[in-house]
């Protein structure tokens, strides 16, 4: 099975949309990993056990912790962001505002390119960023994610501690962190004139000047890695979600979302689904027990329009396509 996604997926790198590709798919009957083409160019062939950095899709680690807090009783969604940060400027933000993006703030910390950490933090109480009232309008922000990893940090420990604990050793997720002190098997990102080549340091610049650990971006991972993740929320590996708040997920639809992930409309049917800025995604049909995982360095060596973004959701709808066959 899965053929013409395999296909599709070669053919991206043939096509020199991408330089290279890994796939991950996930079903009752299955679990397939299909790698193919370059790390880096011009001739460094792909490997199975590759570390990516993942982007945005540490927004939904950072999800699934809120997620668990929520279950623990320690949140929940109408709670108000001040009350676990009491120097929040402002009352009317509620934890399903950020989860939604319906928070009215701006999709990026202004001063993200020139602020340090403590400094951004202090931009993000003094909500320096929030431009349109609360619940009015869907704006996909990092800003949302930022103060979601601040309230863990604030109910737990750090960030990249409570993630660790709660998510990647219950799943044996041993090459998934922030921050990676072996970075010799790490796909190269984008080569920019200010930073060079950037390579097992995050590519998001709020991420890089918070110091690496985000609730928006920061952490990296391999395939076989995300494949554990996504069996959890598939129910075929340790659940770190209940039943419950999977199904409150997979009914959740406000302006084509859900609480954290993105909502991939096929055939008169919604499928979770998120993606990240380097080129990574998944895609979830909770109804099947099945997943589907891309991998690829999309602004390798520079970024520009390629065609992948378009292609990207061509190889998820073939990806449903064969799984409703």
């Excluded at 790698?35 to 999800?63: H, R």
């Excluded at 431009?131 to 869907?138: E, H, L, S």
Aim: proline share 4%; hydrophobic share 35%; charged share 20%.
């Amino acid at each position: 099975m899965f053929e013409s996604v395999i296909n599709l997926a070669h053919q991206s790198v043939n096509e020199k949309l991408i330089p290279g590709i890994a796939i991950g798919i996930i079903t009752k009957e299955e679990s397939l990993t299909d790698v193919y083409g370059l790390s880096k160019y011009p001739d460094t062939p792909l490997q199975n056990n590759a570390v990516y950095d993942i982007a945005s899709l540490t927004k939904m680690f950072t999800t699934t912790r809120i997620l668990q807090l929520i279950e623990e009783g320690k949140l929940s969604f109408d709670t108000p962001i001040k009350d676990i940060l009491p120097e929040f400027k402002e009352e009317s933000i509620l934890i399903q505002h950020c989860l939604l993006h319906r928070s009215g703030m701006l999709p990026s910390v202004r001063g993200r390119y020139t602020m340090n950490h403590d400094e951004m933090v202090a931009s993000i109480m003094n909500c320096d960023d929030w431009v349109n009232p609360v619940d009015t309008k869907m704006d996909y922000s990092c800003i949302n994610y930022l103060i979601l990893g601040l309230v863990i940090e604030a109910l737990d420990t750090s960030l990249d501690q409570s993630i660790s604990k709660t998510i990647l050793n219950p799943l044996h997720m041993s090459d998934t962190q922030y921050n990676p002190s072996d970075t010799s098997r790490c796909v190269p990102t984008e080569y920019t004139d200010a930073r060079g080549l950037i390579c097992g340091v995050v590519h998001d610049e709020t991420a890089h000047n918070f110091g690496g650990v985000a609730g928006n971006a920061g952490l990296f991972s391999t395939m076989s890695d995300l494949k554990q993740f996504v069996k959890s929320y598939l129910g075929y590996e340790t659940p770190v979600l209940t039943q419950e708040t999977l199904k409150l997920l997979n009914e959740t639809n406000v302006d084509m979302r859900s609480y954290g992930w993105n909502l991939h409309p096929y055939k008169g049917k919604n499928y979770l689904f998120h993606t990240g800025f380097t080129g990574p995604s998944i895609l979830l049909d909770l109804d099947n027990q099945a997943g589907f995982i891309i991998l690829t360095n999309r602004i390798h060596p520079k970024r520009e329009d390629t065609g992948y973004l378009k292609r990207r959701l061509e190889l998820f709808d073939a990806f449903l396509e064969e799984l409703n066959q």
